[in-house]
């Protein structure tokens, strides 16, 4: 695995607060958790003064979305690139907003989990027995 690949300790945190195939898969990578720090901490006031809209990245009436603007301040920190699932709210009148969203608007680049796949070429080997 490249040693460019990096998890944020709240989406750690996320994930394994659950038992399940993702958490224990997760618990025994050896992917690097990275901590907030003082500079990720900055990034994150960065992008919520950036843009009004942004504090609606995070969901607290369901106590979702809590990682998700720690993502993006992760990556602008490290000049990263954001791999997410989720898909760009492309409704005007909506007041929901997204990953990719506030990606784009703070100029962080982001990508889905199958382009991720393509660009590590990370090759799978099917068998049927």
């Known amino acids: 695995m490249s040693n460019n690949i990096f998890i944020p300790e709240l989406v750690y945190d996320e994930i394994t607060r659950t038992e399940d195939e993702l958490s224990s898969w997760l618990?025994?990578?050896k992917i690097p958790v990275h901590k907030i720090s003082e500079p990720v901490t900055e990034c994150l006031k960065k992008i919520y003064s950036h843009n009004p809209t942004h504090?609606?990245?995070?969901d607290n009436t369901k106590n979702r979305s809590i990682a998700d603007p720690w993502i993006i301040a992760h990556a602008i920190n490290q000049?990263?690139?954001?791999?997410?699932?989720?898909e760009k709210i492309t409704a005007s009148n909506s007041?929901?907003?997204k990953i990719p969203n506030v990606c784009e608007n703070m100029g962080v680049r982001?990508?889905?989990d199958f382009h991720f796949v393509q660009e590590q070429k990370i090759k799978f080997n099917c068998k049927i027995i």
Do not use: D, G, Q
């Open 110 to 112: 982001w990508i889905n």
């Open 95 to 97: 007041t929901k907003i």
């Open 79 to 86: 000049n990263a690139t954001v791999v997410t699932k989720e």
């Open 27 to 29: 618990k025994s990578s």
């Open 55 to 58: 504090i609606n990245l995070v």
